[in-house]
């Protein structure tokens, strides 16, 4: 069983930046951060490879966003920037199999944090 521990999270100011992290128990995934807002499906946000060797991200995140991984850490990080109110909600790590080529999909997720919230005030 893979435990994922997100930290990071809080109030800011818009055009702030916060930098989450995810704690992971394995090392062997490639990991994605979702976010969830109330009455609305979990939104895919950005993705990483377990080599850290290639990264996706949705169209309304990029170039602010930035995902990474320090593998010796097991540890996936999510800086983001320029932050917008429309940004607020529960971000959720997850970790899908190494194997998998499926980025975008929650489904093809596993694993899955607790979440934590990230509320950006106007």
């Known amino acids: 069983q893979v435990q994922l521990v997100e930290s990071g999270g809080g109030l800011v100011q818009a055009g702030g930046s916060l930098r989450l992290s995810c704690a992971a128990s394995g090392r062997m995934f490639n990991m994605g951060w979702f976010r969830q807002t109330p009455g609305k499906e979990r939104e895919f946000v950005t993705a990483i490879t377990w080599s850290g060797g290639n990264t996706y991200y949705a169209d309304a995140v990029k170039g602010r966003f930035t995902i990474s991984r320090d593998n010796a850490k097991n540890t996936v990080y999510l800086q983001m920037n320029s932050l917008k109110p429309e940004d607020t909600a529960v971000y959720h790590c997850?970790?899908?199999?190494?194997?998998?080529?499926?980025?975008?999909?929650?489904?093809?997720?596993?694993?899955w944090g607790q979440g934590t919230q990230v509320t950006v005030s106007s």
């Open positions: 997850a970790a899908a199999p190494a194997y998998s080529s499926s980025y975008y999909n929650a489904n093809a997720y596993r694993y």
